[in-house]
């Protein structure tokens, strides 16, 4: 579609109700897959496509439910620059390029929200626990990634069409024909026509790259039901680009003097012979940057007389003056192996980075955790140590206590130590669960105050009365 489009840009179509002639449209291939080309014309059931870069017109003529959409935005160079990102590589930079981005955003907009975390309330248990989990994922996804190769090796196929055209002429007197001019698929009579001239016009149709010399003849060959031939060459090989153009002159006198040749020397006598005309197109370089090479030679067929050339018709469903064959480049790929991954195909590189950046958060964050408990825990067992070297003397353990109905907590030791001391009692010592209970026992009212030690701390010594 040069010059408007080029390869690489970026292009975005979208269903219309109508199309009409001059609307750029994707439609959908039933052999070489999505094209998007021009509507020069349209009938009742179908359209008629070219590309803008194309001298022929494109073989197939979709319907309307073949359209997948017409243009809708173009956006120069963009889907080079998306190609780009879909390597692992790249499109790792680019999250970690967005996320830090918005947090950079987040900050300058919201100041008051950064808090130090030993100011932040949590539950450490609550966060070791959502930490593991992130760390067991990562974990399984690591194990996963690892155990597979990171690149696959498979079969891809790359369509591309042969297209070919046929036709000729031949200058009569007037008064024959319609026209002084013989047109395709009319006969020949040789009482008004010695010579006709064919050309055959030659396109490689593909939606790849392809950077390929075509080498081109073209012969005409009488030939008879016993399988005598004689070849003789129109036009000799020439060597052009993807396509090509082959004009010749076949004078019936040339051909006449072949059948005679036959006729005297090996006295044979057939009333009709066939006359092919055989373009020979072969093809050599690169498609897609793969090794190429293929030929192709379609046949324009007519009966030989003294009396007239005639054109044979193929069936009903070919037609003689375009021939088309259609042809698969098979080559092994190598890509990018992928995981499933909530609905999402993410490639080995990327979920091994993934698994290896999950696991170093994960002890990371455990250090940040131990750093942060280990204060409070520090406190607690200093404020324990404390409570036995102040108040040892009027401390006593005890394994088991039951729950009083009247209960009240206290702010801190020396308030409990003081109601101790005007009713003269003793302050009960209990640990339960990382936590230490001391009690002070009245009538009808149970006085206590509570230290919590964070995570397996050795159990205190007990105090004892002197």
């Known amino acids: 579609m040069l010059p408007t489009f080029e390869r690489g840009d970026l292009v975005v179509v979208r269903p219309a109700s109508q199309y009409k002639i001059g609307d750029v449209v994707a439609y ?41 959409g017409k243009l809708w935005l173009h956006l120069p160079s963009m889907g080079g620059v998306l190609a780009q990102l879909r390597t692992p590589r790249n499109f ?87 026209t002084n001019t013989v047109q395709p698929g009319e006969p020949i009579y040789r009482q008004v026509a010695d010579r006709f001239t064919v050309s055959f016009d030659y396109a490689f149709i593909t939606t790849e790259t392809s950077n390929l010399s075509v080498s081109s003849q073209l012969f005409a060959e009488i030939s008879n039901s016993s399988g005598w031939k004689r070849t003789l060459e129109l036009q000799p090989s020439t060597t052009v680009g993807d396509t090509t153009s082959l004009v010749a002159v076949v004078n019936f006198t040339d051909i006449q003097a072949f059948i005679d040749a036959l006729e005297t020397q090996a006295e044979v006598q057939d009333k009709t012979y066939i006359l092919t005309i055989r373009p020979i197109i072969t093809l050599d370089g690169q498609l897609a940057g793969i090794n190429f090479q293929d030929h192709f030679s379609p046949d324009l067929l007519f009966t030989f007389d003294d009396l007239v050339v005639t054109l044979i018709q193929p069936p009903a469903e070919e037609n003689p003056f375009f021939p088309q064959t259609t042809g698969m480049l098979t ?26 950046i999950t696991l170093l958060a994960y002890l990371y964050s455990l250090v940040i955790l131990f750093l942060l408990v280990k204060p409070k825990r520090a406190q607690a067992v200093g404020e324990v140590s404390r409570i036995q070297m ?32 005007e009713h003269n009692k003793v302050i009960l010592h209990l640990e339960h669960s990382n936590i230490h209970h001391y009690f002070v026992q009245l009538a009808e009212i149970t006085f206590l105050y509570r230290v919590l030690i964070t995570q397996n701390l050795k159990k205190l010594p007990e105090g004892k009365v002197s």
Do not use: C
Not at 46 to 55: A, E, I, P, Q, R
Not at 344 to 354: E, H, I, Y
Not at 402 to 416: K, R, Y
């Open 28 to 68: 959908q291939h039933p052999e070489i897959g999505v094209i998007f080309h021009r509507i020069i014309d349209f009938d009742i059931s179908s359209f008629v496509m070219k590309g803008d870069h194309n001298f022929w017109l494109d073989s197939h003529q979709p319907q309307q439910h073949e359209i997948i």
């Open 390 to 421: 102040l108040y040892g003397n009027q401390i006593v353990s005890i394994t088991s206590f039951t729950s009083p109905q009247n209960l009240i907590e206290v702010g801190n030791i020396a308030e409990l130590a003081k109601i101790a001391n």
């Open 331 to 356: 080559y092994a790929s190598t890509a990018t192996n992928t995981l499933p991954i909530l609905g999402f195909g993410v490639s080995v590189p990327l979920a091994r980075m993934l698994s290896v």
């Open 92 to 178: 790792t930079l680019f999250i970690t390029a967005m996320i830090g981005a918005l947090i950079i955003i987040d900050f300058q907009k919201k100041p008051k929200r950064m808090k130090r975390m030993s100011e932040t309330k949590y539950n450490p248990m609550e966060l070791l626990i959502l930490f593991s989990v992130i760390a067991i994922a990562g974990l399984v996804l690591g194990v996963v990634a690892f155990t597979r190769p990171i690149f696959t090796v498979k079969d891809e196929q790359i369509p591309y069409i042969h297209n070919g055209v046929f036709a000729y002429t031949a200058e009569v007197p007037d008064g024959v024909y319609d």
